[in-house]
């Protein structure tokens, strides 16, 4: 599934339809480039999830934790992790049996740990528009944008 956006909030609302659909222990794998829009995509999945705390970028935490909603959402940025193993020292383990939706920004460096997980590709196509590409898992064939 393919969609273009054309500001935050519209970028927001995919995310957010995104949310509305997904099931505890589903993995929703970011890749784009700096700036692509993967933190204001995460804010809308945290509201389709229905949290209520304010969303921010995990760049200097590794992942930020919202508990307010029908699942817990865990938003990773993995920008400073260079492999799956990596990833398994931070205890992915225990978030995934935690039964909440993982939100993974720089997927692409602990590729080997994404099996199953739903794909979103943000692109710049300009100033404020976006290319949203959303791949893989069952839920998506009920996502209505």
């Known amino acids: ?8 909030a519209e970028t927001e609302a ?4 995104l949310g509305k659909i997904l099931s505890p222990g589903s ?3 970011y ?4 700036g692509a829009g993967k933190t204001a995509f995460t804010r809308g999945l945290a509201k389709g999830l229905g949290c209520t705390e304010s ?4 760049t200097y935490t590794i992942v930020n934790e ?6 817990p959402l865990f938003h990773f940025d993995m920008y400073r992790l260079r492999s799956a193993d990596d990833l398994w020292g931070i205890g992915w383990d225990d978030y995934l049996d935690r039964g909440g939706v993982c939100a993974v920004e720089w997927s692409e460096n602990v590729a ?3 099996e199953d997980a739903i794909t979103v590709t943000i692109e710049k196509t300009g100033e404020d528009s976006r290319r949203i590409t959303i791949e893989g898992g069952e839920e998506i064939a009920a996502l209505s944008l």
């Open 31 to 34: 890749r784009g480039d700096l």
């Open 14 to 17: 995919v995310g957010a339809a």
């Open 112 to 114: 080997d740990a994404m």
């Open 1 to 8: 599934m393919q969609c273009i956006t054309h500001s935050p």
């Open 55 to 58: 969303v921010t970028s995990p």
């Open 66 to 71: 919202y508990l307010s909603g029908r699942c």
């Open 27 to 29: 993995i929703v794998a």
